[in-house]
């Protein structure tokens, strides 16, 4: 029977386990606190940064955000030096993309490690390519948490990363590099695509085109993370044919409700354990 890694509920049981650290660390004197910066009016962005506020202060994460409708670089880096050296401030994100006009790989890059929550500055990517220390990007993180939360057996496989994102297949590609794995990364339009999923035991795929992988493509067995996300009006679609491909995968996200849920979620964790780092 095949898996459904059901990213709502994992996200759930997370979460609730956010909130009693949360509580832990403020019966220690330690209030988590996220800030958060976007730049320009971008209408997602400004709603998905909404919803991470509400998100964190629901589990009783303290946040404050710094809208600026216009700015340039060395602002937004002078304020991200000053959040660095508060040791009352654990977790510091960028909403992206920024404004053309803005040196996106800069102001990430000025985020000091232990406060990069997102896990997307240039250093912390390196970090994660010599196996040290240092927090995930969310997407990587919802990815190895669904496999190892469902019990699901990823060590000794090929893997095949189709679609390298800056935010997920880059760096989940070179995370896996320091694992007992053979990993395959491929961009989402390379010729050979159908070719490299037809190999894969674990097939992540974010390539943003509805049903790219159907039954016939994949391996019997395969295990499917789909991260893709393709609007037809109200309705979602992920890159997989979900209902073919169950019929022949060992487990499989569903979309809506795999990784999805769990963005927030591990932004949020990555918080609290960034504050946890300082009882540690």
Same mark, same amino acid.
């Given at each position: 029977?095949?898996i459904i890694?059901?990213?709502k509920d994992?996200?759930?049981?997370i979460i609730?386990?956010?909130?009693?650290?949360v509580?832990?660390?403020?019966?220690?004197g330690?209030t988590?606190?996220?800030?958060l910066?976007l730049?320009?009016?971008?209408?997602?962005?400004?709603?998905?940064?909404?919803?991470?506020?509400?998100?964190?202060e629901e589990?009783?994460?303290?946040?404050?955000?710094?809208?600026?409708?216009?700015?340039?670089?060395?602002?937004?880096?002078?304020?991200?030096?000053?959040?660095?050296?508060?040791?009352?401030?654990h977790?510091?994100?960028?909403?992206?993309?920024?404004?053309?006009?803005?040196?996106?790989?800069?102001?990430?890059?000025?985020?000091?490690?232990?406060?990069?929550?997102?896990?997307?500055?240039?250093?912390?990517?390196?970090?994660?390519?010599?196996?040290e220390k240092?927090?995930?990007?969310a997407?990587v993180d919802?990815?190895?948490e669904?496999?190892?939360?469902?019990? !699901?057996?990823?060590? &000794?496989?090929?893997? #095949?990363?189709?679609?390298l *994102? %800056?935010?997920? /297949?880059?760096?989940?590609?070179?995370?896996?590099l320091?694992?007992?794995?053979?990993v395959?990364g491929?961009?989402a339009?390379?010729?050979?695509?159908?070719?490299?999923?037809?190999m894969?035991?674990?097939?992540?795929?974010?390539?943003?085109?509805?049903?790219a992988?159907i039954?016939?493509?994949?391996?019997?067995?395969?295990?499917?993370?789909d991260?893709?996300?393709?609007?037809?009006?109200?309705?979602?679609?992920?890159? !997989?044919?979900?209902? &073919?491909v169950?019929? #022949?995968?060992?487990?499989? *996200? %569903?979309?809506? /409700?795999g990784?999805?849920p769990?963005?927030?979620?591990m932004l949020?964790?990555?918080?609290?354990?960034?504050?946890?780092?300082?009882?540690?």
């Amino acid at each position: 029977m095949t898996i459904i890694l059901d990213g709502k509920d994992t996200s759930n049981k997370i979460i609730e386990k956010i909130k009693e650290d949360v509580v832990t660390l403020k019966n220690k004197g330690i209030t988590p606190v996220l800030h958060l910066i976007l730049i320009g009016a971008d209408s997602g962005s400004l709603r998905y940064i909404g919803l991470k506020v509400k998100r964190a202060e629901e589990v009783g994460i303290s946040t404050i955000l710094h809208h600026f409708e216009k700015t340039t670089t060395v602002e937004v880096i002078s304020l991200i030096e000053k959040l660095n050296n508060d040791p009352k401030i654990h977790g510091i994100m960028v909403q992206l993309p920024v404004p053309k006009d803005v040196n996106e790989a800069a102001i990430v890059e000025a985020i000091f490690p232990e406060k990069d929550v997102d896990g997307l500055s240039p250093i912390t990517f390196g970090k994660i390519l010599m196996g040290e220390k240092a927090f995930l990007p969310a997407g990587v993180d919802a990815v190895m948490e669904l496999l190892n939360r469902f019990n !699901v057996e990823w060590e &000794g496989k090929h893997w #095949v990363i189709a679609g390298l *994102t %800056p935010w997920l /297949g880059k760096p989940l590609v070179v995370h896996l590099l320091n694992k007992k794995v053979q990993v395959t990364g491929c961009s989402a339009d390379d010729p050979n695509l159908n070719e490299m999923v037809k190999m894969a035991d674990v097939l992540v795929i974010e390539v943003y085109r509805k049903h790219a992988v159907i039954a016939s493509m994949v391996k019997k067995g395969v295990v499917v993370i789909d991260n893709g996300n393709n609007y037809e009006g109200k309705k979602v679609y992920g890159d !997989v044919d979900t209902d &073919g491909v169950t019929a #022949v995968a060992s487990a499989i *996200t %569903p979309v809506p /409700g795999g990784t999805g849920p769990l963005l927030i979620t591990m932004l949020l964790q990555n918080t609290v354990k960034a504050a946890q780092s300082y009882i540690l």
